[in-house]
């Protein structure tokens, strides 16, 4: 294709749905963009989607880490709206494997805590690791430092 023009999509997707035994999904996604450039619906569907992505992590909207262990990666929440809607994700990459964080609240402070079930022999030194906290009033990410 061309740069600047609208070029096909296509993507074959085979992946296994586990959990007793795993099943075998397999589908072919094809996408042409420029086929209907006009289309209101269209438009109106990416807008939408769009809108529901989480925003970039703010001060009043986001996790402060606080001293854990090897074994044990621990953050605070900030978030508006109900503490009880509140829930944290955190993405294990560059060999990191975590458990399903536990919540907690400490001296009014909503905290949550990671088992870290696998890390990397040396902590990397570049990036850090992606993380969404989700609540009622909407949704944001961001990258914590490697623990």
């Known amino acids: 294709s061309s740069p600047g023009q609208p070029a096909t999509i296509d993507a074959h997707v085979f992946l296994g749905i586990c959990e007793t035994i795993c099943i075998p999904v397999q589908t072919r996604l094809s996408v042409d963009p420029g086929s209907d450039p006009d289309n209101a619906t269209d438009a109106a569907l990416v807008k939408t989607a769009l809108a529901t992505l989480p925003s970039p992590a703010r001060s009043d909207f986001g996790i402060n ?66 993380y969404t906290l989700t609540s009622a009033e909407g949704s944001v990410d961001g990258l914590l430092p490697f623990p």
Do not use: C, N, W
Not at 79 to 106: C, H, L, T, W
């Open 65 to 130: 880490v606080l001293p854990g262990d090897h074994e044990t990666l621990v953050v605070q929440a900030q978030s508006p709206g109900d503490p009880e809607s509140v829930d944290f994700f955190i993405a294990g990459e560059r060999d990191y494997m975590f458990g399903a964080p536990v919540r907690s609240q400490k001296d009014g402070k909503l905290v949550f805590t990671v088992p870290i079930l696998d890390r990397p022999s040396a902590t990397p030194s570049d990036g850090g690791l992606y």
